[in-house]
């Protein structure tokens, strides 16, 4: 299969993240303690494999890959999606590492998986060939699905605020726009 050069481009730094997201899953799998993150964790790992493996077909096969890449399902496992579970835990950066907490894991871990989300959607964005656009579609969703997971727990935990929108901001920002009537509405 024939790929755009601006699409074995973007593949390439996109194979380079992979590298980068399973070597650092594979060290926060030997440094994690609370099992519910180990568990998250060692779920994703084989959907990152499976990724990266697509990319290395799409980069080395004239064909493209044998396979395609299965997305997670979406799975909310909060009580309240608007409402911090625990009390909000401040934070401090550290200066002196040789090991990570949890929190620096599933942080460090959920912001590789928005960033390489952020990735997947403008290169899809500007892919021509079809195969690998709908392929760095299922590599958005799957990343998608997996930050959904870690910022659950970060909420459980207390290391990301959430709380519900202001009522009033809501009703001010609801009373500035109208439905659109007519034919276009009716589409399902």
């Not at 004239?62 to 625990?86: D, F, H, I, K, R």
């Not at 401040?90 to 590492?97: E, G, I, Y």
């Not at 403008?122 to 690998?132: D, F, H, I, K, V």
Request: aromatic fraction near 10%; include cysteine; hydrophobic fraction near 35%.
């Amino acid at each position: 299969m024939q790929l755009a050069s601006h699409e074995a481009h973007d593949l390439q730094e996109l194979t380079l993240s992979c590298v980068n997201s399973i070597t650092n899953m594979a060290f926060f799998l030997s440094q994690v303690k609370d099992p519910e993150l180990k568990s998250i964790i060692q779920r994703h790992f084989d959907y990152h494999v499976k990724d990266y493996n697509l990319k290395v077909e799409y980069l080395s096969r004239p064909e493209g890959p044998t396979s395609t890449l299965q997305v997670p399902p979406l799975n909310n496992t909060l009580p309240n999606y608007t409402q911090s579970q625990a009390e909000d835990q401040s934070v401090t950066p550290r200066t002196q590492v040789s090991s990570l907490n949890d929190r620096e894991i599933a942080t460090s871990y959920m912001l590789t998986l928005k960033r390489a989300g952020r990735e997947y959607a403008w290169s899809a964005m500007e892919a021509s060939n079809p195969g690998l656009r709908a392929f760095l579609e299922d590599a958005f969703k799957m990343s998608s699905h997996h930050a959904y997971d870690v910022w659950q727990w970060m909420v459980k935990k207390g290391y990301y605020p959430l709380e519900p929108a202001d009522q009033t901001v809501m009703h001010t920002l609801g009373q500035m726009y109208n439905v659109v009537q007519g034919p276009a509405a009716t589409l399902q």
